[in-house]
């Protein structure tokens, strides 16, 4: 492909990392540490991949030298141990196009509900993106999309923008009930009304039971049933209907609908980009974890070879030969000796410890 003009808005860049997981994460320390400028997308809207999306208070036991730490903690050391290398930080946007340009590099676009996100020019790029973009499962309901990001939202990090107002909750599981519980809890009054299939729900005890004695004290509603319309008035979804096991139905009137079904992995683009794939995973090779592409590397849970463990380590390990694979192929001549943390001067610069 020619090479576009560079427009203000496109991002130059060393490496363009896909997916902001903890093998993401890892790649872009890897990478400042050879000098490598980095930035990150990730359709989420926080960093941690699965470790925050799927666990984020569960206990991991394998990191080497950390005998246990959850999976939300993994990350912020994570990001803390990034943080000197300032890479780029793009959440909210999937990365949907990847293209070999006539002078080596890649022009990569980005995107979201909103249109189109941040667009990059990068000299390499890594595909860390696990078991594909976490998607929310939508309410298929005919009318909610329309107020997609401004009323209906899903799964929101902080729900605090939301307290003070009539807030319908859908799902059954722990990030339902706890973004419930957080509404219910606010010392601003906020009608907190949680709506879900069946009146059985998953989480642990404890919240279970915050739950129990947020709904006895009438501080949270729940209701069993389904939204089956969706009514909008001024530009503004002004109520829902629910469709009751009974075959009741009820209208809701609300301010906002937090929508919390959980997240579904989506490979997405990245099978459209003429890597070789087996199984819906990439293949690498094994010294540089370099795609069929050159300049392509797979780290993490989406790569694939003989003996792959999807494990964390085996992320960081791969993180670790693929930024030195880059390094060599962008600065040849800089190519030397190994240099260690605990002595190079040149990685205490780059690590922000010396001037
Ligand atoms: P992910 O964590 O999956 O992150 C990939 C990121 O890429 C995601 O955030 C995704 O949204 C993003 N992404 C994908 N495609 C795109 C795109 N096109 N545009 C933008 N963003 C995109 N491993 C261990 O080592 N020890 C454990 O104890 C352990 N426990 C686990 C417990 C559970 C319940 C689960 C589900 C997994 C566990 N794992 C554990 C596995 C571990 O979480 C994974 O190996 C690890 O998360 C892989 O990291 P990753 O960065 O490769 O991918």
């Not at 080497?64 to 290398?85: K, M, Y």
């Not at 739950?211 to 009438?218: H, T």
């Amino acid at each position: 492909m020619p090479v576009p003009a560079v427009p203000d808005t496109v991002i130059e860049t060393d490496a363009l990392v896909i997916g902001a997981g903890p093998v993401g994460l890892f790649q872009a320390f890897q990478l400042g540490l050879l000098g490598l400028s980095a930035h990150l997308v990730d359709v989420l809207p926080q960093a941690g991949g699965q470790c925050v999306a799927l666990y984020a208070d569960k206990p991991i036991y394998d990191i080497p030298a950390v005998p246990v730490c959850t999976g939300r903690e993994l990350t912020e050391r994570l990001l803390s141990q990034i943080a000197p290398f300032r890479p780029g930080l793009h959440f909210g946007h999937e990365v949907q196009t990847l293209q070999l340009l006539d002078d080596g590099r890649f022009a990569v676009g980005t995107g979201s509900d909103c249109g189109a996100g941040p667009q990059f020019l990068a000299r390499s790029v890594f595909v860390a993106a696990g078991v594909g973009a976490f998607t929310p499962r939508r309410l298929k309901v005919p009318g909610l999309e329309a107020h997609a990001q401004r009323q209906v939202v899903h799964h929101p990090e902080d729900v605090t923008p939301f307290a003070g107002q009539r807030v319908l909750v859908v799902g059954g599981d722990e990030a339902a009930l706890l973004r419930a519980a957080q509404l219910a809890e606010h010392p601003c009054a906020t009608q907190v009304i949680l709506l879900h299939r069946r009146d059985q729900f998953s989480a642990d005890a404890d919240l279970l039971a915050r739950v129990a004695a947020l709904r006895a004290a009438g501080r949270l509603q729940v209701v069993i049933g389904q939204i089956s319309a969706a009514h909008t008035a001024d530009d503004r979804l002004q109520a829902v209907t629910v469709l009751g096991v009974q075959g009741d139905e009820v209208l809701w009137p609300l301010d906002v609908l937090i929508v919390c079904l959980g997240l579904s992995p989506r490979l997405g683009p990245i099978v459209d980009w003429g890597l070789e794939m087996e199984r819906k995973l990439l293949r690498v090779d094994l010294a540089t974890f370099e795609t069929r592409l050159p300049g392509v590397y797979a780290v993490g849970d989406i790569n694939t070879y003989p003996g792959k463990k999807k494990l964390i380590l085996c992320g960081f390990h791969e993180a670790t030969l693929a930024a030195h694979a880059a390094h060599d192929r962008l600065r040849p001549q800089e190519h030397g000796p190994l240099l260690y943390t605990t002595s190079s001067a040149l990685l205490h610069r780059r690590l922000g410890l010396t001037s």
